[in-house]
């Protein structure tokens, strides 16, 4: 399911949403909508959507950088029948596309297991933008549930691409910023995953000038990034 919620913070915001519905933090994805900086005469806010784990918006975007403290790296071998359906899983989807690649475990946490892709085709498991990697990892998540499994929820990755492509982001919202700032009109970012559009989001919260906005339908949808000065 999808909830929107609105506070005077983001942690504000996250609070009512987990008392609302009476889950843990762990257990949905937040995407932040929209923020507004208090002026003088407009009290500030923040706008956010909140996936639970029924919906595939929230599967898609649970690569996300956050380094809880139970994670545990260590055998990259797959751990009983789960694990190991799984990694048979994502090798037999990437060979029926015409590629090979060695498949093992990332990383392990509660609810959550992370699959490193070896291959010599990374570039083309990637895709533009990372929208095969994105496919894939839904099509892990989907199996996954298939196995009786919708409680953990699984990470796809090659190359290191989820932690270049989040520098990456992190350039091109102080970028545009600068561009939009200077130009004093908006500028409409390329369509994005939920994760991608939060970290557009937050890396420009805390810069007064600066305001963000979701637009669009769907999973990939386009943050605008705005000039609205400082009053």
Request: glycine residues 6%; proline residues 3%; neutral net charge.
């Amino acid at each position: 399911m999808v909830y929107e919620y609105e506070g005077k913070t983001e942690k504000e915001a996250i609070e009512q949403a987990a008392n609302d519905l009476g889950l843990e933090r762990d257990q949905f994805d937040v995407e932040i909508l929209e923020t507004q900086k208090s002026t003088l005469f407009k009290k500030g806010f923040v706008k956010i959507r909140v996936h639970t784990l029924e919906t595939q918006d929230h599967v898609a975007s649970e690569f996300e950088g956050k380094m809880p403290a139970k994670r545990i790296v260590g055998d990259p071998l797959p751990q009983g029948d789960f694990e190991k359906k799984l990694v048979e899983f994502v090798m037999t989807v990437i060979e029926k596309m015409g590629y090979e690649a060695k498949v093992e475990v990332m990383f392990r946490e509660d609810h959550k297991v992370g699959l490193k892709l070896d291959s010599g085709s990374s570039s083309i498991l990637i895709g533009r933008k990372g929208k095969n990697l994105d496919a894939l990892q839904l099509l892990a998540n989907v199996y996954a549930g298939r196995l009786g499994r919708e409680d953990v929820r699984i990470i796809l990755d090659t190359e290191n691409y989820r932690i270049r492509r989040e520098e990456t982001l992190v350039r091109l919202a102080y970028n545009t910023a600068d561009k939009v700032r200077s130009s004093r009109n908006s500028i409409l970012l390329e369509p994005m995953n939920p994760f991608e559009r939060r970290i557009i989001h937050t890396t420009l919260n805390d810069i007064p000038d600066i305001e963000t906005k979701s637009e669009g339908d769907g999973l990939y949808k386009q943050v605008r990034i705005l000039y609205k000065g400082i009053k």
